[in-house]
Structures are given as C-alpha cells and as structure tokens.
C-alpha cells in the first residue's frame, strides 16, 4: 500500500513538473519573442529591412560596439563588432519578403544575456519591439 501511494505521488510530481516545464518553456519564448540555439539569438522583425539594418547599427554604436565590418546586398546583410572586452558579435540579417530575420552572435561560443541585450537595443530602434 505504502509503495503505490508513494508511486502514485512521484507520478503525480514528474508529470506535473514536466507540464509545468513545458507550459513555462513555451510562455518564454511567446512572450520573448526570440529564441535562442547554437549560440545564436534569433528573432523577426515585421518592419522594413532598411529599418533593420540601421537599427542594428545604431544599437551597437549606442552599446560601445566597435563596427569593423558591415555588408548589404538586396537580401542578407552582416554587422560585425568587437566589444571592450574584446569579444565579438555578429549581426546577421536576412529579408524574407513580409518580415525581417536578425540572428546575434556574441563570442565564439555565444553569450546570451549580451545578445540579449542588442536585441533589446535593436527594438529600441525599430520600434513596437519588432512586431
């Protein structure tokens, strides 16, 4: 008797856990509106790529981001900087036709509260947080 009650409340732990996991995992990343692999922070922006591309380099001058290399072509565009501690970041964006793709790369092997914080940057920028 003691050892089903026991497995019942494991049971009733694991899953509850789980979809609270779940629950949580999907509310973040509604509500951030970006997500976060391989190092990469990757968010859209439903606004003109022009804006886009000005904004990352606005956010990066604004941070103390050192711009050493920046490209443009009708379709995909890069921001490469250096930080004052020396680390890098990369700023890839590609034109989708009705929205914009930017992904953020800080370091070698990514920082994501410093992506973070050029993507907070870059909605300051854009304005209506990329929506």
Not at 7 to 24: D, P, R
Not at 39 to 68: D, M, P, Q, W
Not at 80 to 98: A, C, H
Not at 100 to 105: N, T
Request: aromatic letters at 8%; glycine letters at 10%; proline letters at 1%.
């Amino acid at each position: 008797m003691k050892k089903n009650i026991l497995i019942l409340i494991m049971s009733v732990v694991i899953l509850n856990g789980c979809a609270v996991l779940w629950l949580g995992a999907g509310a973040g990343i509604g509500v951030a509106g970006y997500k976060y692999y391989n190092g990469h922070l990757e968010t859209r922006y439903y606004t003109s790529y022009n804006n886009v591309f000005n904004a990352c380099k606005l956010a990066l001058k604004n941070l103390n981001i050192t711009i050493e290399k920046q490209y443009k072509d009708p379709i995909e565009a890069t921001v490469e900087g250096l930080r004052l501690n020396g680390s890098k970041v990369k700023i890839k964006i590609k034109n989708v036709g009705n929205y914009v793709v930017v992904k953020i790369r800080v370091g070698l092997l990514g920082d994501l509260e410093a992506s973070k914080l050029i993507k907070t940057k870059i909605d300051s920028y854009v304005g209506q947080n990329g929506k």
